[in-house]
């Protein structure tokens, strides 16, 4: 299906990108040239003459661009030699064409596998880690890194990733602008332009709006048609189809994340490696010293330190559930009486304006809300010391999620159980997905817009001032190169609205779609025509969201996930709360209608919710995970590795302990903490 984008263009711009002697400028380093003056005193001579002259050093391409109102940026850029002897030192494992995943060499280079487009050895997601290390690895006169130095001054204000504007044309043209395309969209260019986590995050929008399409049509069916006798029986039918199709869908999904995954050569890590690459380099050591003093290595472990371990993970348990407890009791005091107050406003407006005014009030609040619970949710994941960062993240995730929930779905169950009330239900999950979608564009891309545009205007307008004092024509002459740069310094970044320390802008995408698919689900029985709604809202998002990433945000920087993580945990755990809440509201429903007695009617959805628990194991259970192919492709992978096992074990053989434990330890020591370097960088060979 791809292929009908003409996806040449777009190989011809990422090969030319390790083909041509001078590559393209992939970063950009923002500097205060103004309060670098005023602190020259602190760091002392020409200390960005210095930056570049090191950059250039290590190998580096620079530019240095004079900008408005007192910034430098100079724009770096790599060729493919330099980020594969950085790629060789930091370590990175790739893929090679017999199947195993093992540390690039440099000098090896053929044994490895090529990108899917344009035949790049490196995807941008490596080439902007090793470039970030590079940079990191610039020492200063005074032996400390110089940028972070710098950084920590106020001299530089960003290191940016830049947009590529040949590739950038392409996306808007093939993509973001073809509206007719509905849920198509080339992932592959996706995935190389911006990394594999915004393509999976694309690659699930998409499929999850074709599969809304089955629901929507029949919910659209039911509600404008004519059942007669059989009208009872609608809300349960259309409440276990919808059940049955999330169930489907996201095992579906699963198959499809595994061939993504095995396309764009991405692995699951485990806790273990995350533990370790998370470690500092300090603290390796002291591991592998431990370690060196073990028999059979570091298999064993002593009665203490098992105590010790034990000790910690139930300490780490318990300060989980404490934090649980905290974020319940603030929910409980603060959200449930707002919540409640707007249910009630809601049901007794006088007319439809009203409620969708208190409607858009009451959406605007809870984005501010939301950064609160952010906030305090990251609070209380750093509390739990988790030295995962993806844990970290998974947790701080199921936290604020948590509060988005009772804050999306109080109100509404308020209405249904306690009032009893559908029409009001119906009205407000109504108003709640199409003021949603409006407020969505608003904030997501006509304010990040605004606010570019007078950043941008008053940058300019105090840079005319500035020259027109010291007697200067205003700043005129920039190239287009350089106004490019400019303008993605002023763009808004693409970051979470509760704050970019564990999770980027997709947070708040994924959000919005958990809280539609919990809509979805969980009010099947009572409105089937909130899946035409999400359907409709989805083929915008895709487009908007397109938009957004391309000409309203800067790039954002790449980053590397197997799956969407805690979100396909939070969604498969939204299909079984629904199964719960659709029988809740068929009992309300069917006793508030009269049409049957509570008793029999009770044992019919009991007898339903079973029913339906049944069908969710069971269809998990019929529809594989993986496709047959990825799970061959498995098994002769699990096959060389056995091999490789066994020529390990010849090595034990004809070695000592010693010296096979000296050539593990000196590799792993070298590794940088968080692919970032902790020493000075070597210019040989480069």
């Not at 990422?14 to 380093?29: D, H, L, Y």
């Not at 919910?219 to 276990?240: K, N, R």
């Not at 009791?329 to 707007?342: A, H, M, R, S």
């Not at 309300?588 to 969710?616: F, N, S, T």
Request: charged share 20%; hydrophobic share 45%; proline share 4%.
């Amino acid at each position: 299906m791809e292929e009908a984008f003409r996806k040449e263009d777009f190989d011809v711009g990422v090969k030319s990108m390790e083909m041509r002697q001078t590559p393209p400028f992939e970063i950009a380093i923002v500097i205060d040239s103004k309060n670098l003056e005023s602190k020259s005193h602190e760091f002392g001579g020409d200390v960005v003459g210095h930056l570049i002259t090191e950059l250039s050093n290590a190998g580096l391409i620079v530019e240095k661009v004079d900008g408005a109102n007192f910034l430098t940026f100079l724009k770096i850029g790599a060729p493919v030699d330099v980020i594969g002897r950085e790629a060789s030192r930091l370590k990175l494992r790739k893929p090679t064409n017999v199947g195993l995943d093992v540390v690039f060499d440099w000098e090896r280079r053929d044994s490895f596998v090529r990108q899917p487009l344009g035949d790049a050895l490196f995807s941008w997601t490596e080439r902007y880690q090793c470039i970030i290390s590079i940079i990191d690895s610039v020492y200063g006169p005074d032996n400390v890194p110089l940028v972070k130095k710098l950084q920590d001054g106020g001299v530089i204000k960003e290191v940016m990733a830049l947009h590529q504007e040949q590739q950038r044309q392409w996306l808007l043209k093939h993509w973001a602008l073809r509206f007719m395309d509905l849920t198509r969209q080339p992932l592959d260019v996706l995935s190389a332009y911006f990394g594999a986590k915004v393509a999976i995050y694309f690659a699930f929008l998409g499929m999850y709006t074709r599969w809304l399409l089955f629901p929507a049509a029949l919910g659209i069916f039911l509600h404008f048609t004519d059942q007669g006798p059989m009208e009872p029986a609608v809300p349960p039918i259309y409440a276990m189809i919808v059940v049955i199709w999330a169930v489907v869908f996201l095992q579906f999904w699963r198959r499809q994340n595994a061939a993504l995954q095995n396309k764009w050569g991405l692995s699951y890590e485990s806790e273990e490696i995350q533990t370790i690459k998370s470690l500092t380099r300090e603290q390796r050591g002291v591991l592998l010293q431990k370690t060196s003093q073990q028999q059979a290595y570091g298999a064993n472990v002593s009665e203490q330190e098992a105590q010790i371990l034990g000790r910690e993970e139930w300490l780490s348990r318990i300060r989980s559930v404490k934090n649980s407890m905290i974020a319940v009791t603030c929910i409980l005091c603060v959200q449930f009486p707002f919540e409640l107050l707007y249910a009630h406003l809601n049901k007794y407006a006088p007319n439809d304006i009203i409620k969708y005014i208190f409607t858009g009030v009451y959406l605007l609040i809870v984005q501010y809300l939301t950064k609160i619970g952010g906030q305090v949710g990251i609070a209380l994941t750093k509390s739990e010391h988790l030295v995962s960062k993806e844990a970290a993240a998974n947790s701080m995730i199921y936290k604020v999620f948590g509060l988005y929930f009772f804050q999306s779905y109080i109100g509404l169950f308020y209405q249904a159980i306690l009032h009893k009330d559908f029409n009001t239900l119906r009205s407000m999950l109504a108003q709640r997905l199409i003021v949603s979608q409006l407020m969505s564009n608003v904030v997501e891309d006509l304010i990040p817009y605004m606010t570019y545009r007078w950043t941008e205007y008053k940058a300019m307008k105090a840079d005319a001032q500035i020259k027109k004092d010291m007697g200067e024509k205003p700043h005129d002459s920039h190239d287009t190169h350089s106004l490019s740069v400019e303008k993605e310094f002023y763009s808004p970044k693409y970051e979470a609205s509760v704050g970019n320390e564990f999770e980027d802008g997709l947070f708040d995408d994924f959000l919005e779609l958990a809280v539609q698919f919990g809509m979805v689900t969980m009010f099947a029985s009572a409105y089937p025509l909130v899946a035409m709604f999400a359907f409709m809202n989805n083929l915008v998002e895709i487009r908007s969201d397109a938009l957004k990433l391309l000409v309203t945000m800067r790039r954002p920087a790449p980053r590397r996930p197997a799956s969407i993580g805690a979100w396909l945990t939070i969604f498969q755990n939204l299909g079984v709360v629904a199964i719960v809440t659709n029988c809740a509201l068929l009992v309300c429903l069917y006793d508030d209608a009269g049409r049957w007695k509570i008793e029999p009617g009770l044992a019919a959805i009991l007898l339903l919710e079973h029913l339906l628990l049944l069908a969710k194991f069971g269809f998990s259970w019929f529809v594989p995970e993986e496709p047959a192919w990825i799970k061959a492709r498995r098994i002769k992978k699990a096959f060389i590795q056995d091999h490789v096992s066994h020529r390990l074990l010849e090595m034990l053989e004809k070695n000592t302990e010693d010296e096979i434990l000296h050539d593990i330890q000196n590799p792993m020591l070298d590794i940088p903490p968080g692919g970032s370097s902790q020493h000075k960088h070597s210019t040989e060979g480069q």
